[in-house]
């Protein structure tokens, strides 16, 4: 290194050192203006903005029924098909009854004999009686005549609830359908063998035309929710709107979830059909149905004494106690404590109650 250099560095040091002991005060932010620290208020809103009362469901057929056969047997015929639209008792599938209407002709022929012994018992019953009168059969060969009479009796009960088995039998190998609906699924052909244990499904039959909402509404709506009450749903993610009415609220609420159950019949409307299976959102609405204000989550301070929030006053913050119940994430129901014409401090921060302020109006908390 040239030795001239050494004395160039050294001044340059000397400079440098001389430029940071020279500056005695660290940078650091603009000190707050005389009238204290800038603040962002809003008087709390009287009405919730729609949406924040809302829960997701899935629309449902109220009624939907998978038929199987009565008995293990062979499907003889399907008389319908995925998308046919049936009536109430009208038949979908028939099953093999060959051997159905054979065990029908043999109770029906069993009945005949019973209906014959009885016819017996009752003539031998007439002349036992005949002779028990004129003292020429003793007392105990009538009883004996009458068990027969009431033993061939018994006989034909027995035909006959075996007769009406074998009728209902037959009857089982039609499948009909339980209610007016669409055919949505077979799972079967003719010539397939089924089974009763385990269950073998054949068709499924659904109500298209009666549907409802199933929704899990978070426990912090609850009170937004009314049986009876018409609520706005809207289909994801086709968009589609629809209406429904609520006709059942739950009474537990899910300990996993935090929801209670509700169930609304959709309402007839225009536009599309509406498909079950379909997801939606419902919203339960809000709009001063509720008494008391809305503020949002940030502006709440809590502690072991409850919950406060600080208010802009004659250019100081001020603290209030107030009762609250969450709403939902970002919102919060005040329930007593605030009167609606407050200036309330949205962020409050580290400000403490008596620090000066200065209120910068906010947009107004929906």
Known sequence: MNRTSSPILAVLAALLLSACGGGSDKAKLPDAGPGGRAVRVAKPATRMETGLARATGMVRAKEEAVLSARASGQIHKVLVSVGDRVRSGAPL?????VNARINLDNAQAAERLAVANLGVADREVARSKMLFEAQSLPEAGYDRVKTGRE???AQLDQARAALAGA???VADTIIAAPFDGVVTAKFHNAGDTVTLMPVTPIVTVTDVDHLEVRLAAPESIESFVRPGQVIEGVLTPSGQ???AKVRMKGSVVDPQSRSIEVL????KGPGAAIRPGSL?????GGFGEKDGLYLPAGAIRTDARGAHVLVAVDGKAVE?????APLNPGTVLVKGGLAPDVLVILDPGALRPGDAVVPVIAEETK
């Open 264 to 267: 609304a019949d959709v309402l």
């Open 151 to 153: 033993v061939a009796a």
């Open 93 to 97: 599938v028939e099953m093999d009854a």
């Open 320 to 324: 209030r106690d107030v009762q609250v």
């Open 167 to 169: 009728k209902q039998i």
């Open 280 to 284: 939606a959102n419902v919203d339960f």
């Open 241 to 243: 709107r629809f209406q």
